[in-house]
């Protein structure tokens, strides 16, 4: 009875493994025998009627131009506003909107009633020191000496802030005449350029740091951009400025602001541009064109090659009819290119249209429901 049983046994187990390779062979016979091994097999037609496209992997540099919104201001750097540093009254303007100025020259004429106090605090200090050194060292006591000579650097110092030159501190220093100052002073320009504003009239009291003449250079102008997000861009990467009439003007990134603006939560790009011909004016919106990415070659692959298959960053790859899903570590992406750093080799085929196509018949067959090809 029990050999009986095991003879039964060995025959059904026989039966079994002849439906297996029954069932193994009808599949190799229908073409799908690889079904289950994970890639995607398409005729030429089905591709095509697929919208498949193929891109190689290659090392290529990844440069792409970004065009962002602009507005030309003054150049800080290049710049001065002309204030007074004592109350004062203006007497006479010397210089109009739109002037050029030189280094040095007078802008307005101011009288004070501090600078005359101080002047004449120079005279006298001025006087005591002349007669202590007429005495000499060994006639006064040291102190004496020191102090005259002391309060003549200071009261000389004091005039000198208020706003002479020095060389008129020293003609005052050297004077007798106590009337002949009457605390008048001229405005001088610090630098050389073009009167941008001079918001002042005659007769008018002016208080210290109240500007009365801004004057600028416009040999450069700065042109300041605005993003959200600002391009991964360095000091000293070229730019170029679009005005509206087309006119391309070269110029360089000289600072990323790293602070965002509070209103608008947007990074501000500054550039530096040679104002040839006077070209660009402040308060001028413009374009600004910048070169971004890596310029050294690496291995990339279109972005719409990527997709995601069991949350991993993956691409079909062209093995003849076949494509196989291939994980890949990605980096930075530079326009429509997107740096692979590993899973792939150059010259690798990989689906740079169609993937979505490809990703639905191999989710459709890895869940029992058809066949991936």
């Known amino acids: ?196 504003s001079d918001d002042f009239v005659v007769g008018e009291l002016v208080e210290p740091g109240r500007v009365l003449v801004e004057v600028v250079d416009e040999s450069t102008v700065w042109v300041e951009a605005r993003a959200a997000e600002i391009p991964d861009v360095a000091r000293n990467d070229p730019a170029v400025v679009v005005a509206d009439d087309g006119h391309r003007i070269r110029g360089k990134v000289v600072q990323r602001h790293h602070r965002l603006d509070e209103a608008t939560r947007t990074q501000a790009l500054r550039i530096e541009v040679d104002n040839v011909d006077d070209a660009l004016h402040p308060g001028q919106f413009v374009e600004v064109e910048l070169e971004t990415g890596l310029p050294e070659p690496v291995l990339a692959v279109p972005q719409s090659a990527v997709t995601l298959l069991d949350d991993r960053e993956s691409v079909f790859r062209m093995e003849g009819d076949e494509f196989h899903p291939v994980p890949v570590s990605t980096g930075r992406s530079v326009g429509p290119w997107v740096v692979v750093r590993a899973g792939l080799e150059p010259g690798d085929r990989v689906v740079s249209a169609g993937v979505f196509h490809l990703k639905s018949l191999l989710l459709k067959s890895s869940l029992g429901s058809g066949h991936a090809h």
């Open 1 to 196: 009875m029990i050999a009986a049983t095991r003879v039964t046994a060995r025959v059904i187990a026989i039966i079994v493994a002849m439906g297996v390779w029954a069932t193994a062979a009808a599949d190799a016979e229908d073409g799908h025998g690889d079904e289950e091994t994970g890639f995607v097999s398409l005729s030429r037609q089905e591709q095509a009627e697929a919208g498949i496209e193929i891109e190689r992997a290659q090392r290529r540099p990844l440069r792409t131009t970004v065009a962002l919104p602009a507005e030309v201001v003054v150049n800080g750097y290049q710049s001065a506003r002309i204030t007074p540093k004592i109350p004062a009254v203006v007497e006479s303007r010397h210089v109009h909107l739109g002037d050029v100025v030189a280094a040095g020259q007078p802008v307005a004429t101011l009288s004070s009633v501090a600078m005359a106090e101080a002047a004449g605090e120079l005279m006298l200090a001025a006087y005591e020191w002349r007669l202590v050194r007429e005495l000499g060292a060994d006639a006064v006591s040291g102190r004496r000496y020191a102090e005259a000579q002391t309060a003549q650097r200071q009261a000389m110092a004091k005039v000198i802030a208020y706003g002479l030159t020095d060389e008129q501190a020293r003609e005052l220093a050297a004077s007798d005449d106590i009337g002949a100052f009457a605390g008048r002073f001229d405005l001088l320009a610090p630098r050389a350029g073009t009167v941008f």
